[in-house]
Each structure stands twice: as structure tokens, then as C-alpha cells.
T-cell receptor, first 109, second 116 residues
Framework: QKEVEQDPGPLSVPEGAIVSLNCTYSNSAFQYFMWYRQYSRKGPELLMYTYSSGNKEDGRFTAQVDKSSKYISLFIRDSQPSDSATYLCAMRTGNQFYFGTGTSLTVIP | GAVVSQHPSWVICKSGTSVKIECRSLDFQATTMFWYRQFPKQSLMLMATSNEGSKATYEQGVEKDKFLINHASLTLSTLTVTSAHPEDSSFYIC????????????FGAGSRLTVL
């Protein structure tokens, strides 16, 4: 079983839709949870990171962590064509970072 | 915020030659840098962890003599692909962690290597 599981998609939604991206994990030692956005042929850029269970909001993005279920989510409201990218979840314990496979998202105008 | 610069962004070389990729932390000192390889539509594959002033730690299956990593200063790590072959063609990405307590990684823009 992989440390971090993420549905690779692809996911295609119309502009303005709410997007839900999810990851599950098996290691209860993970303490920090991150979401990165990666455009084609570019390096990943950090969108959000959270530590505790609950929600964290930043503009149109909301990160949600449920440690009891070992499940994290990223919600994108009012999705835009510029949100089309691959979204990677990442988790950290100690000096080790673990990444999901990434979900490819396309927002159709 | 933290910025990591990676150079070159794109390189083509002949088979048998060596290619060096640089990763610089521009506004912070990076005690730890990571090198990843990414194939099309796949996730990041960690190659090695580079610690300033010490030898890199390579992941299982990564040839350390093939992929030479040097982290000689707190702001610079280099990856040299020696005697490159077409199967080494890939997207290489570095990331840096500002200090041992930093909770996130900052990534470079990546370097696309094509070996002819």
C-alpha cells in the first residue's frame, strides 16, 4: 500500500464549478499536509499547507484535513480555466516528504 | 516567500556527454535540498536528498555514480548527469527546505533534459 493515495483523474469541470480533490494516507505520523499546483513543464508551487484537522481557507481555495479518517481535501470554488493544472498532495513526517501521484484538472471555459 | 531558482530550464545534449543542473535558494539558506525526476503524467520520484557539507543520500535504485550531487554551500546544490543516455531524458526538479523546522518544500521550475 502506498503511503499516499491520490486519484490521478483526469478531472474535467465547467468554469465556475466547485472542484473537490482528495488524498488518503496510511501513516498516522504525518503531521503537515500540503497542496501543490503544477502547470505543465513547470515545478510545483505551494498552494496551501495545514497542520491540524479542520479547514483552512485562502481565497477560492479551502484545504480540509481529517486526521481521524486519514483524509485530506482541497476545494476550489468558482473554478477558472487558469486553475487547469495537476494538483499534488504532500505530507510530511520528520524530514520525509511524501507525494500523491497528482490529479490532472481541466476547467473548461 | 522562499524562491528556488533552477538552471538550465531546458537542455539538449548528445549521448555520452555530461550535463550539470544547478539549484539555488535565492533568499534563504537551504540546509537540505531534494532532487526529483518526473516522467510525463507521473508524480515526483525522489532521487536523492542533499545536505550541505555532506554526501547525498540516494534512494534505492538511483545510481550515485550516474547522478552526482554536490551541495557545497547553503544556497547551491548541483546535479550532474554523467555520460547521459537517451533513457536519462526526463524532467528533473529540485526543491529546498529552508531549515530543519520548515514544514514545506519550495520547488524550482524544473529542468527538461533531452539526450539525443
Amino acid at each position: 500500500q502506498k503511503e499516499v493515495e491520490q486519484d490521478p483523474g483526469p478531472l474535467s469541470v465547467p468554469e465556475g464549478a466547485i472542484v473537490s480533490l482528495n488524498c488518503t494516507y496510511s501513516n498516522s505520523a504525518f503531521q503537515y499536509f500540503m497542496w501543490y499546483r503544477q502547470y505543465s513543464r513547470k515545478g510545483p508551487e505551494l498552494l496551501m499547507y495545514t497542520y491540524s484537522s479542520g479547514n483552512k481557507e485562502d481565497g477560492r481555495f479551502t484545504a480540509q484535513v481529517d486526521k481521524s479518517s486519514k483524509y485530506i481535501s482541497l476545494f476550489i470554488r468558482d473554478s477558472q480555466p487558469s486553475d487547469s493544472a495537476t494538483y499534488l498532495c504532500a505530507m510530511r513526517t520528520g524530514n520525509q516528504f511524501y507525494f500523491g501521484t497528482g490529479t490532472s484538472l481541466t476547467v473548461i471555459p | 516567500g522562499a524562491v528556488v531558482s533552477q538552471h538550465p530550464s531546458w537542455v539538449i545534449c548528445k549521448s555520452g556527454t555530461s550535463v550539470k543542473i544547478e539549484c539555488r535558494s535565492l533568499d534563504f539558506q537551504a540546509t537540505t535540498m531534494f532532487w526529483y525526476r518526473q516522467f510525463p503524467k507521473q508524480s515526483l520520484m525522489l532521487m536523492a536528498t542533499s545536505n550541505e557539507g555532506s554526501k547525498a543520500t540516494y534512494e534505492q535504485g538511483v545510481e550515485k555514480d550516474k547522478f552526482l550531487i554536490n551541495h557545497a554551500s547553503l544556497t547551491l546544490s548541483t546535479l550532474t548527469v554523467t555520460s547521459a543516455h537517451p533513457e536519462d531524458s526526463s524532467f528533473y526538479i529540485c526543491s529546498a527546505r529552508e531549515n530543519l523546522g520548515a514544514n514545506v518544500l519550495t520547488f524550482g521550475a524544473g529542468s527538461r533534459l533531452t539526450v539525443l
